[in-house]
């Protein structure tokens, strides 16, 4: 089956946290995000790049992830991917006028993914910013993925693949699949991982100097923010990586480097064998904190 719809990227993550002035001055200050506002609802927007947003923060009373904004290549691949949700039996949700003004999207829509129960939402075009995302400890250059624990694991992989037109890039076989969203050319913008249960894994910041990986390690011990894998270097993305926890637990990671592929004749994706020789070229071995953090919150139409 071909699908006719394509992306343009993963547009933003919305995090629901405990204490969302202790999370802000969390995001903003040790993570280096830059402060964009509020949406409709109180919650605090954040971006690491020249979008209206990336991160959004909203107040609740577990903590986990809210939902996953993807932005389509145009219009008309927004129109298309809502058609073929609805021929697949998956009811979609309008955001009203003024959310989505509050959010700079345009002709945006969320449903329920069928298999992590995570609230997407599609949209064509992002809003700029009035001004130039200035780093301050750390040169993020874009929001880069995140990675769902998911309950089916093969079931979650042959939906996103056949129906959501992911591509594979390389699988952790039998653990995990980094995908990227067809065709936009990064290694993956999402990871599905044999988890179990559906869950919030990690959110990912891709950085441009591989001197913020070891600043940020310095800098978050300094501070007493845990440690939960790394510094090290992912065998399938090439990336060197540091993951650590937010306030509430959950786990961020920043990234230095990455594997674009070309939309024409890309490599095949590769299979490694399970292990930690398949996560980290240098042997760090993950705390068990690690994505131990991320309750997925069900759909709420009214925002």
Known sequence: MTLDFRYRRLGYVALNVTDLDRSTGFYETLLGLQKAGEASHGEHLFRCSPRHHDIILHQAAEPGLRRIGWEMESAEHALRMRQHLTSLGIETHDVSAGEAARLGIHDAFRITEPNTGATFEYFHSFDEAEDAFAPTVAKIERLGHVV?????YPQAEKFFMEKLNFRASDRIDGGVTFM????NPLHHSLGLSNAGTNRLHHVNFMVTDVDDIGKALWRMKKNDVPIVFGPGRHPPSDSMFLYFLDPDGMTV?????????????????????????????????????????GAIEPLNADH
């Open 148 to 152: 769902l624990g998911v309950q089916d």
């Open 253 to 293: 990671e920043y990234s230095f480097g990455m594997e674009e592929f070309p939309e024409v004749a890309p490599r095949e994706p590769r299979r490694l064998p399970p292990g930690l020789q398949s996560v980290d070229y240098w042997g760090a071995v993950p705390a068990p904190q690690m994505a131990s953090v």
């Open 180 to 183: 990227r969203c067809f065709p």
